[in-house]
């Protein structure tokens, strides 16, 4: 019996980027095309089949513990990203300074869609949510020097809107204009969800 049901939430990719040296910047280079392999991205600073461990798991694993890569895709919404430029008081924000990877339009709260959720194009390139993104402070710095003043205000107004991590499920290329389409678990919410998270 199939796990995952395929939804009528679709998206379409408006924007893709690709991250070559972080150390030197975030700012990501924007690209027609991307060749989605199952190590991610070739050239891109989050490719690879497993990554030093970071903020996101210090709960889990030492700063630096090698882990498997599940971050290899920074996917962003196009509405939530006006959404977050409209609380700084911005007329827009550039993917490329958060480092993005992927921009979607119309997939409404992506940020929330479910962990394990497939999206997939029409050529079955797929990709894998690992879970929402968490805002930092990273594309604050890129932010303050293209709009003085404005960095600050970034990591409180993406609370909430800074996208998702996925991974390669299936390799295959990714184009601007490539329709996405979303698959959801077919499963219920844990009932103790609420209790697990107040722990």
Known sequence: ???????????????????????ASLTAE???EVMAGFAGVEGEEHAGLTRPSCS????????GTEIRNVRQ??????EELAAIAAEMGVQRLDPSW???????????D???????SRLQNAGGTTLTIDMENRPCQLPAKVIEAELPGAGRAFK????????????????GPLRLGDVLTLHIPDQPVWSCLDAARAG
């Open 110 to 116: 992506f940020s929330h869609v479910p962990p394990s």
């Open 30 to 32: 924007p690209l027609q």
């Open 73 to 78: 895709f920074s996917i962003l919404s196009a």
């Open 156 to 171: 409180p107004a993406a609370e909430g809107r800074r996208g998702v991590t996925a991974w390669v499920e299936r390799e």
């Open 98 to 108: 958060l480092g993005a990877s992927i921009v979607i339009e119309g997939i409404p």
């Open 1 to 23: 019996m199939p796990a995952l049901k395929p939804t009528d939430f679709t998206a379409r990719i408006t924007w893709l980027g690709r991250v070559a040296d972080r150390a």
């Open 56 to 63: 996101r798991v210090l709960s889990q694993y030492a700063r």
